[in-house]
């Protein structure tokens, strides 16, 4: 299985900070990368697709970036709807695997 | 536009099974896989396995081999994921997901809790 090793855990950021998030796959998931960004007690939304496809009607401060094995999520300047956990997710084979998450927090 | 709609929140004593739908709309049901993903709380999610809508194959994700199974009704667009043996580890949100043009798509989710 491919392990998605993600950083940091936690984060803690204020509004209108810049905030980047690491995934890292165990081997080489071409462009193969999702991003989510879940709110307690719902679904993941996506935000990113094929590492660097903006999902509709998601805001252009977020951006994500890499192939291979290394991929970056960044928020441009962090909004108040923003504090969530995000994940990244592999779906070039299978089984799909997931990061441990990242929270963003004050 | 990609929709998968899931079925309601269930309540299942240990040892029984549940049964979870999941409809698609707004892409062509048969030609594309559907997976099921489960996430416990506070964990991160977990694959279940896929299967081929238009011809029903299945591959199975080996933690759940021997007590899951998918299956499809294409004349309803619907597929359904049984996990039985249900003990409290099972008490999760069960979701299921296409890839539609490279972009993956998610039902809203549905909470299984299992209690004794």
């Known amino acids: 299985d491919i392990q998605m090793t993600q950083s940091p855990s936690t984060l803690s950021a204020s509004v209108g900070d810049r905030v980047i998030i690491t995934c890292r796959a165990s081997?080489?998931?071409?462009?193969?990368l999702a991003w989510y960004q879940q709110e307690p007690g719902k679904a993941p939304k996506l935000l990113i697709s094929k590492a660097s496809a903006l999902a509709g009607g998601v805001p252009s401060r977020f951006s994500g970036s890499g192939s291979g094995t290394d991929f970056t999520l960044t928020i441009s300047s962090l909004q108040p709807g923003d504090f969530a956990t995000y994940y990244c997710q592999q779906y070039n084979s299978y089984p799909w695997t997931f990061g441990r998450g990242t929270k963003v927090e004050v | 536009q990609v929709q998968l709609v899931q079925s309601g929140a269930e309540v299942k004593k240990t040892g029984t099974s549940v049964k979870v739908s999941c409809k698609g709309s707004g892409y062509r049901f048969n030609e594309y896989a559907i997976h099921w993903v489960r996430q416990g709380p506070g964990q991160r999610p977990e694959w279940m396995g896929w299967m081929n809508a238009g011809n029903g194959n299945t591959m199975y994700s080996q933690k759940f081999q021997g007590r899951v199974n998918f299956s499809r009704e294409t004349s309803a667009n619907t597929a359904y994921m049984v996990l039985s043996s249900l003990t409290s580890e099972d008490t999760a949100v069960y979701f299921c997901a296409v890839v539609v043009v490279a972009t993956p798509y998610w039902g809203q989710g549905t909470l299984v809790t299992v209690s004794s």
């Open positions: 081997q080489s998931i071409t462009r193969w």
